[in-house]
């Protein structure tokens, strides 16, 4: 699904997608194990690609490019427990000749902000390892969802 911004920003619009949390998502004590925030990222990230017409598993049978992780970073803002719903919002944070950054915004059904990620996806050429130029069916299906000022 794809909604505007909804505080009213001029600039792109961002991929919007609904997840709970689960009890394995939490620890011990009984809130969001840090770790659980990034598998919400990710399986937002991979809607937000079948959205573009980029399923994973087509990106992982083409056999030229691939898009690790290179770098991921989260904020924690409000402790979330088992059963919450959450709307996941993602956005292109910047968009290079060989890499990309997704972020990912975590709110709650009242708008607070539960949490963020960012991940930094660098593209890979599969038969040598190194780094190559982003596909350009990749960087033309992320551009409209550039944040302004990237």
């Known amino acids: 699904m794809i909604s505007p911004n909804a505080d009213g920003r001029d600039g792109p619009v961002e991929f919007t997608c609904e ?3 689960r009890l394995y998502d939490t620890d011990a004590a ?6 659980s925030q990034f598998r919400f990222a990710h399986a937002a ?14 990106i992982l049978r083409e056999p030229a490019t691939l ?13 979330l427990t ?10 292109v ?19 607070r902000e539960a949490g963020s990620v960012l991940t930094v996806h660098a593209a890979l050429d599969t038969a040598t390892g190194a780094s190559r130029p982003l596909p350009e069916a990749v960087r033309t299906a992320l551009a409209p969802y550039l944040a302004q000022g990237a």
């Open 19 to 21: 997840q709970t949390v």
């Open 45 to 58: 990230l991979e809607d937000f690609l079948a959205h573009l017409g980029l399923p994973i598993g087509a």
């Open 30 to 35: 009984g809130f969001l194990f840090y770790g």
């Open 67 to 79: 898009f690790p992780v290179v770098h991921a970073e989260a904020d924690y803002r409000v402790p």
């Open 93 to 111: 944070r910047a968009l290079g000749e060989r890499s990309f950054s997704v972020a990912c915004r975590l709110l709650l059904p009242d708008g």
């Open 82 to 91: 088992a059963g919450e719903r959450l709307r996941v919002r993602v956005g």
